[in-house]
């Protein structure tokens, strides 16, 4: 039983584009997060979003936007697809600490060649 | 100084060894720790999960927090070929707003 979907596995785009990667979540959690994950630098955030409408900056932002208008739904927008954001993107969600569970809680990640 | 330090491996051992995986952090505040486990071309999936010091054992896997070193540990008894992953730290620093902090993961690999 899948928990966390994203919308592609693997993607080719060109530089210049504009990319949507959409993640959706049915554990009905109200943290939502993406993040990038490349050899040697392990996971690094760009966007959470903690409600409904609601987004803060991670740690590496620069040429991301994000989307939440639906609690289940949450999309990471990349504005013009440069080849530096070729990548392993990961969505997560996830439950206040205290309410951990052994629930799988990060999507199968969408592999993003930007050529 | 990053936050979180994990060894990035690889780490390399025989089918039957015993496994320590380990990371050290520099937040006192931090008080949850999860270990996570990542095979390839897969997400991370949630491996093990601790609050506070203590230790948490659950089949082959043992998660252990000394918060006074700030040093966590997650031993594998028995290794086999299918633990071959990537291992993540995590650990969170307060309730509501959960917002992790990872390492960069442990490459572990076990051969037959």
């Known amino acids: 039983d899948v928990k966390v979907t994203q919308s592609s596995r693997y993607l080719v785009k060109r530089t210049g584009e504009k990319v949507f990667l959409e993640c959706v979540q049915d554990m009905d959690h109200e943290n939502m997060f993406w993040y990038r994950q490349d050899p040697g630098l392990g996971l690094r955030l760009i966007y959470f979003?903690?409600?409904?409408?609601?987004?803060e900056k991670g740690d590496i932002p620069e040429g991301y936007s994000v989307s939440r208008e639906k609690k289940e739904r949450f999309s990471l927008i990349l504005e013009s697809a440069s080849t530096n954001q070729t990548s392993m993107y990961l969505c997560a969600s996830l439950p206040p600490p205290d309410r951990v569970t052994d629930t799988q809680y990060f999507g199968p990640g969408t592999r993003l060649t930007v050529l | 100084q990053k936050e979180v330090e994990q060894d990035p491996g690889p780490l390399s051992v025989p089918e039957g060894a015993i496994v320590s995986l380990n990371c050290t952090y520099s937040n006192s505040a931090f008080q949850y720790f999860m270990w996570y486990r990542q095979y390839s071309r897969k997400g991370p999936e949630l491996l093990m999960y601790?609050?506070?010091?203590g230790n948490k054992e659950d089949g082959r896997f043992t998660a252990q927090v000394d918060k006074s070193s700030k040093y966590i540990s997650l031993f594998i008894r028995d290794s086999q070929p299918s633990d071959s992953a990537t291992y993540l730290c995590a650990m969170s620093r307060r309730r509501g707003s959960y917002i992790p902090t990872f390492g960069r993961g442990t490459s572990l690999i076990v051969h037959p």
């Open positions: 979003s903690y409600d409904v409408k609601m987004k």
């Open positions: 601790t609050y506070s010091s």
